[in-house]
């Protein structure tokens, strides 16, 4: 069984940028899950895909976006890169949208705003 | 605003000891709880679920969910140095729509050889 991946692993930008972000769900699962996780706090909601569409949005302005593609695999985006975005970018997926399924994380792209 | 609460830790106990993790939440309608565990520069890696009201174990896990007090807890029995890591709490608020788990801000469990 193939688990959740993220690419790249590390990635450095600069303030202004824009960045592309890739996550394959793992092998099953069609639902893929974004967080943002600052350093010593917990993950903190992005939006959900299920089935190519946003299934959910957390407190993240419009320069945050997403895609889902046929093979559940997504993408996040984020424009206009400012200093915060500096954080670990986590992929979940997941089978189906019950609340009761758990998430399965993937490694993270950690992400350096410069 | 939905909330999760964890103390921060850190929280030290001595090997073969019992590790009690506490984590309470705001929203009374929260259905699904979960536990990760997070170790240093890695990724959450999820150790329990709990849905109803009771003690659930797992092997040296034991997970306690009482929602009348809005309070969930981990137990680690015998507890080893490579229990050492962050112990992240998420609540699903909504069993309706989507999966937004709100995480806690994870206790950081210290065992000491």
């Known amino acids: 069984e193939t688990g959740v991946t993220q690419s790249p692993t590390h990635l450095i930008k600069t303030r202004g940028q824009q960045v592309t972000l890739r996550c394959s769900s793992q092998s099953g699962h069609n639902t893929v899950s974004w967080y943002q996780q600052a350093l010593g706090q917990g993950p903190q909601f992005i939006f959900q895909y299920y089935r190519e569409e946003e299934n959910g949005r957390g407190n993240f302005p419009p320069r945050f976006s997403g895609l889902q593609f046929p093979n559940y695999s997504s993408e996040l985006n984020v424009n206009a890169l400012e200093l915060d975005d500096s954080a670990l970018y986590l992929c979940?997926?997941?089978?189906?949208?019950?609340?009761?399924?758990?998430?399965?994380f993937g490694d993270g792209t950690r992400l350096s705003i410069l | 605003q939905k909330e999760v609460e964890q103390n921060s830790g850190p929280l030290s106990v001595p090997e073969g000891a019992i590790a009690s993790l506490n984590c309470t939440y705001s929203?009374?309608?929260?259905?699904?709880f979960f536990w990760y565990r997070q170790y240093s520069g890695k990724s959450p890696e999820l150790i329990m679920s709990?849905?109803?009201?009771g003690d659930k174990e797992d092997g040296r896990f034991t997970a306690q969910l009482n929602k009348a007090s809005q309070y969930v807890s981990l137990l680690i029995r015998d507890s080893q140095p490579s229990d050492s890591a962050t112990y992240l709490c998420a609540v699903n608020p909504s069993e309706n729509y989507g999966q937004n788990f709100v995480f806690g801000p994870g206790t950081r469990l210290s065992v000491l050889p």
């Open positions: 709990i849905y109803s009201n």
């Open positions: 979940a997926s997941s089978v189906g949208t019950g609340g009761n399924q758990p998430q399965h």
């Open positions: 929203d009374r309608v929260s259905q699904s």
